[in-house]
């Protein structure tokens, strides 16, 4: 009886060990717990480990550097398999031939194995995807989430970008914009010939919301993500966008963004093609319990400073969306027939060349004669909005480029500084102007 007696207790034991080792909720102690007489806390995986997803749009000119960010992404510290592990996620879609034959796109998971970095395919889309796409990223952001329950999400957009401009307008402003993919003028950059340089300037190449080019020589077509739409399909609350891409550092972003995310890192002017500094990017932004944001941006900002010469180029910023409601309710009061009359002569500015889409806030507001209390209150809600900003003291002066002499971290547009009834009717409808109402 006795016998019998052991074999049942050991039998349940077998049963219940096997039970909780297949179980998907199988319960991890919560980092931190069973101090002192404290117990251990046992929560589910998706109540510790942390995702994040670089999203590499590079069907184009910048598919060279893009593939090396995900290179130094893997030469850094990653993280293991373990469930209790934080996961990153690369989607990535690059030019392997040219323009004129499509490659496919491809999630994968990168961890560390005996001490080797692997890359795990998950899942293949076919050629000819088009990754500067809304319904594209919100499908792969739709997996990632349903594949991957965790307490915090984050997401790298690593492209092209032209922060709140309609769909192919920087590019094919001379023809007038569409809301639909357009023609680009021949001369595109081609696969050959991306060596760093930009071929119609000699300066540095840049990355310029992301941008699938298809085509040849004389029959190019590029595919970019409005705004407002880039913010429709992100399905879930993340905790930080980073956007490694060029002029995304505005007002219009922070506003469209601010329900989607927790914080927002990014850059009033462009961004050279080197990028962030993926080598140190897990080990730093998930260094501890609370992700941080304010680390990456710094480290990005340390390569960039170290440069010489036109390389010394960058302006970096972080924005806490919590306050960017409080910025905009600032703004509607010093908000002034000034300021949407002024022509962006004096103001500092962050773009390169005949393309006079971005400004200093902080300095638009100053030029337009706004009173000191009501720029010590809009100095107040900036402060409170972003929480980090760096810039050199110039970017890529002698190839278009121009002196910092201020800078509040968030550019603007200023319809007084371009006359195009059709780009002020595309501004009006974004979520900034109709907070804040610079067009009416």
Not at 152 to 164: C, M, N, P, V
Request: glycine share 10%; hydrophobic share 35%.
């Amino acid at each position: 009886m006795l016998d019998k007696l052991k074999y049942v207790l050991l039998l349940s034991l077998l049963l219940a060990f096997s039970a909780c080792s297949k179980d998907p909720d199988f319960f991890h102690p919560l980092p931190g717990s069973g101090i002192g007489n404290t117990p251990p806390s046992r929560v589910p995986d998706n109540e510790i480990r942390r995702v994040l997803l670089l999203y590499s749009c590079g069907f184009n000119s910048l598919s060279s550097s893009l593939r090396g960010d995900i290179d130094e992404l893997l030469s850094g510290k990653l993280p293991g398999t373990e469930r209790e592990e934080d996961v990153i996620l690369v989607f990535g879609h690059h030019v392997t031939k040219s323009y004129s034959v499509p490659s496919e796109a491809v999630l994968m998971r990168v961890y560390q194995e005996n001490g080797e970095a692997v890359r795990d395919t998950l899942r293949t889309w076919p050629a000819g995807t088009v990754s500067a796409s809304s319904a594209t990223l919100g499908e792969v952001l739709g997996l990632v989430r349903r594949d991957f329950p965790a307490r915090e999400y984050d997401l790298i957009f690593s492209s092209h970008a032209t922060g709140w401009l309609p769909v192919s307008y920087y590019g094919g402003r001379d023809g007038g914009y569409e809301f639909v993919p357009t023609s680009v003028p021949d001369g595109c950059l081609s696969p050959e010939a991306m060596s760093g340089v930009d071929p119609f300037t000699g300066g540095p190449l840049t990355r310029t919301i992301g941008e699938t080019l298809f085509g040849s020589s004389g029959n190019y077509t590029v595919y970019n993500i409005e705004l407002e739409n880039f913010s429709r399909a992100i399905p879930m609350k993340l905790n930080t966008i980073i956007f490694d891409c060029c002029l995304m550092g505005g007002v219009e972003v922070a506003s469209a963004l601010k329900d989607k995310c927790n914080y927002i890192v990014f850059s009033p002017a462009e961004v050279l093609s080197d990028g962030m500094d993926y080598t140190t990017l897990f080990e730093h932004f998930y260094a501890s319990y609370t992700s941080d944001p304010v680390q990456v941006a710094e480290d990005y900002y340390s390569v960039y400073d170290r440069k010489t010469g036109v390389n010394r180029s960058a302006t970096v910023s972080v924005v806490d969306c919590s306050k960017v409601k409080e910025c905009v309710a600032s703004l509607m009061e010093t908000c002034g027939d000034a300021f949407r009359v002024l022509d962006g002569r004096g103001v500092q500015q962050y773009y390169r060349y005949n393309y006079p889409y971005f400004f200093d806030l902080r300095d638009a507001f100053d030029k337009a004669g706004v009173s000191p209390e009501g720029l010590a209150a809009l100095d107040r809600a900036i402060d409170d909005c972003v929480i980090y900003r760096k810039a050199t003291d110039s970017f890529l002066v002698g190839y278009g480029g121009f002196e910092i002499d201020c800078y509040s971290g968030l550019s603007c547009y200023l319809p007084g500084a371009v006359s195009d009834s059709g780009l002020d009717m595309a501004y009006a409808s974004g979520t900034w102007n109709r907070a804040v109402g610079v067009i009416r």
